[in-house]
C-alpha cells in the first residue's frame, strides 16, 4: 500500500485548500482513511477519518464545520477540503489508512499502519 499526499501550501486565515492522498497498491474495501495533522512542537493528531464503504465520516471537534473529507473511489483518492483556515491549523498534513481500525479507535495514530509523506500547510497573515 502506498499513499501520496499532496495540495499543502500558504494561506492567509479565512482562505482554503484542498488536500490530496492517492492511494494504490490494493483495493480498498472496508478501510478507514484518515488525515492527522502535525503542528510544530507538538504531537501529531488526528484530524478526520472516512470509510471507503459507505463514506462515513468522523471529525476532530476543532475542525468540523470547516473541514471535509470525502474520497473517490474510481480514482482511489481520499480528499481533505479545509476552509475558514486559522493560524492554528499550520502543520504537516498526513493521511493514513487501515483496514481493521475500529470506529472508537480513530483517533488513535498507532492503529494505522500505512502513511503518506505529509505535506505542509501553513496558513499565516
Known amino acids: 500500500v502506498q499513499l501520496q499526499a499532496s495540495g499543502g501550501g500558504s494561506v492567509q486565515p479565512g482562505g482554503s485548500l484542498r488536500l490530496s492522498c492517492a492511494a494504490s497498491?490494493?483495493?480498498?474495501?472496508?478501510?478507514?482513511m484518515a488525515w492527522f495533522r502535525q503542528a510544530p512542537g507538538k504531537e501529531r493528531e488526528f484530524v478526520a477519518v472516512?470509510?471507503?464503504?459507505?463514506?462515513?465520516?468522523i471529525y476532530e471537534d476543532s475542525v468540523k464545520g470547516r473541514f471535509t473529507i470525502s474520497r473517490d473511489t474510481a480514482k482511489n483518492t481520499v480528499y481533505l477540503q479545509m476552509n475558514s483556515l486559522r493560524p492554528d491549523d499550520t502543520a504537516v498534513y498526513y493521511c493514513?489508512?487501515?483496514?481493521?481500525?475500529?470506529?472508537?479507535?480513530?483517533?488513535?495514530?498507532?492503529?494505522?499502519?500505512?502513511w503518506g509523506q505529509g505535506t505542509l500547510v501553513t496558513v499565516s497573515s
Open positions: 493514513a489508512a487501515s483496514p481493521s481500525v475500529i470506529q472508537s479507535n480513530v483517533a488513535n495514530q498507532n492503529a494505522y499502519a500505512y
Open positions: 472516512i470509510k471507503w464503504s459507505g463514506g462515513n465520516t
Open positions: 497498491g490494493r483495493t480498498f474495501v472496508n478501510w478507514r
